[in-house]
Structure formats: C-alpha cells, structure tokens
C-alpha cells in the first residue's frame, strides 16, 4: 500500500486531477490548498511564491503508485518544465482501514459500488 503525495501548480491542479481520475486503482483524491509554497533557483536569489496545492492518492500496489505519479508528472509539468512545477512524493503505508466497514489492508483503498 502506498501513498503518494504531489504538490502541484494550483493552475495545473485541474487538468493533473482529471488525469489521474482516470486511473484504475484510484478510488479518491484528497486535494488540500496551501497559503504558499516556495522554491528556489539556486542562484542566491530569495525564495518565490508559487500557488500550490497538495494532492493525496492512496493506492494498493507498487505498480499502481507508479503509474500515478507518472501521470502527475507528464500532467503537472509546465511545458517543458520550469522549478516551482512541483515534486511527487511516495511513501509505503503500514496500515489502512475503511472507517464504515472495518474492512483493513489493500482492499481499503479500492473503490467499491455503493
């Protein structure tokens, strides 16, 4: 079970959203705004403030992990790419539960009929 946690352009948040909706695996996006996030070109310059939202996935699998960020990646990106476009962050989970069933493992974090 995996994690993956993406801070991406507020601008690019729609479009990185619908794409990585039309992934098998993901049964819901979390997206929490920020009051500001900054980066820097590393040029002695001080640090710019770019609009950022964060989004939270949760997956079942390795593969599943991967193939969203991939898609958060190709869809996030600015052209061809300028700093402040964001990062993609992956993390294992050591435990997940599905509050109204109990149900606990992978199988929470796949979606289910109503």
């Not at 993406?6 to 098998?24: C, F, Q």
């Not at 040029?43 to 969203?68: F, I, Q, R, Y």
């Not at 061809?80 to 476009?85: I, S, V």
């Not at 050591?94 to 974090?109: Q, T, Y």
Request: charged letters at 30%; a negative charge; zero cysteines.
């Amino acid at each position: 079970m995996y994690e993956i946690k993406a801070y991406v352009r507020k601008a690019m948040s729609e479009l990185v959203i619908d794409e990585v909706a039309k992934l098998a695996g993901v049964a819901s996006i979390a997206v929490v705004s920020l009051s500001e996030f900054g980066h820097t070109v590393n040029d002695g310059s001080e640090m710019a403030k770019v609009e950022m939202v964060k989004l939270e996935v949760d997956v079942d699998s390795e593969s599943a992990a991967d193939t969203v960020a991939d898609t958060i990646v190709r869809a996030g990106r600015t052209q061809e790419g300028h700093p402040g476009d964001g990062k993609v962050l992956i993390s294992r989970l050591a435990k997940a539960i599905r509050i109204d069933d109990g149900v606990s493992g992978p199988e929470a974090l796949r979606a289910r009929s109503v």
